[in-house]
């Protein structure tokens, strides 16, 4: 036996939820629509007017108003739910005689094939079950076939059951309270490993790690991890975070351990043959966390210049490898080229009368010269806003010794940015 609800002002996930509390085979048929089967549940509940009476009180209390229709076939419980109003319950071997009233526009069929019944003179399907079945199968062939079992409440298809959501996370509570990383270490590649297992099983990978520790004094140690690219290797996701547990170790001791996983799709790879491999994108993340538990967060990755005029500002972004097509090179006429000193060179200047007479520095060259020409300056400055705010003014200089240079003053300290080519 199957009973359908149908409520299309009712949000799905409540029809769903409803459903799932009688039976854990339900069909998420359409939206405002799910068919679920109640066969074991006359054990529990009683006769099949007493399970679709509990459904309508339960649906009636979370505020689900619906059409309910029970019967022996899926589809036959889906028509009358939809077209019959109430409570609609179908004794079994009377399917055909409970649709017999309705239209035959109610069929999911071919709109050719219900407008050639209408003009036959078919109104109901009680009507359509009467014609011929050798003749009405030979002029529609397997849709005719198909329409006549509908009509007839005979169709006996099984559930199309909707798949449980998996749950890729594990929590195990410790015996004893554990302080040292390796014994914590042990556990938590228990964990990964029977959750990845459970990943390519299902022939997924992850982008991300969540590990969670249950701490004294009812504390928690939360942790999470991101990949640039699909992982299905539990030891490179262990590497990573026995790193980031050196770096933020947890200050209480550990009694619950916990990881969840962020399923994706894996990455596909076409290698060329005639192309030598490069390093797997794990190894190089593997790398990245051995250089960040090393240098610190915020100093690995891959500089991303900020919206500013402020010299050299810039933040270090997660390592992301993208496919990127290969540029066209297209030639370019001659320009100059500014090499940047990092980090610039104090220079001593000279002025007179506001103008540069005079610039010296020493560090990855010997600077020094009159100054033959100079343009600017040219003044600059942003983040006022904040607490780190900062103003400069700049000139393009050409001294004595045949360089050009550009030189700015910043915080009353002079510096040689850099020359030009």
Known sequence: MFASLYSPASPQEKLLALASSFSPLVENTARGLVIFSIVGLGKLIGTPQEIITAVARIGAAVGIQANLAVSADPDTAELLARHAPGI?????????????????????????????????GIKTLGEL????????????????????????GESQRALRVMEAPENYERFVDLDHPQRLLEPLLFVI???????????????LATNRVT???????????????????????PHTILKQLQFDLEAHPPDRAVLGVG????????????????????????KLQLTLARLTALMGEGNVGSPELLDTHRRDA???????????????????????????????????VRMRQESLTY??????????GEVVTAAGPWRASGDWWTESPWRRQEWDVELSDGGLYRICTEAAHWYV???YD
């Open 417 to 419: 940015d850099g020359m």
């Open 314 to 348: 810039f933040v270090m972004r997660m390592f992301a490898p993208e496919n990127v097509a290969p540029k066209v090179t297209v030639p370019v006429p001659f320009r100059f080229a500014f090499r940047y000193y990092r980090p610039a060179m104090p220079a001593q």
């Open 129 to 152: 079950t009467g014609l011929p079945e050798l003749g009405f199968i030979a002029r529609f062939g397997e849709e005719g076939t198909r329409i006549l079992r509908l009509a007839r």
């Open 259 to 282: 990881v969840r996983l962020n399923p994706i799709e894996p990455r596909a790879l076409q290698h060329g043959l005639f192309i030598p491999q490069a390093p797997h994108p794990e």
């Open 211 to 233: 590990l969670k520790l249950k701490l004294e004094r009812n504390a928690q140690h939360q942790r999470t991890l991101e990949f640039p690219v699909a992982i299905r290797d």
């Open 88 to 120: 609609t319950l179908v004794p079994p071997g009377r399917e055909a005689h409970s649709l017999g009233s309705l239209p035959i526009f109610v069929l999911p069929a071919n709109p050719e094939i219900i407008e050639t019944l209408s003009r036959w």
């Open 359 to 368: 610039v010296q520095a020493r560090g990855y060259l010997d600077v020094r």
């Open 189 to 203: 590649s228990s964990l990964l490993t029977e959750v990845m297992e459970k990943l390519e099983r299902n022939g």
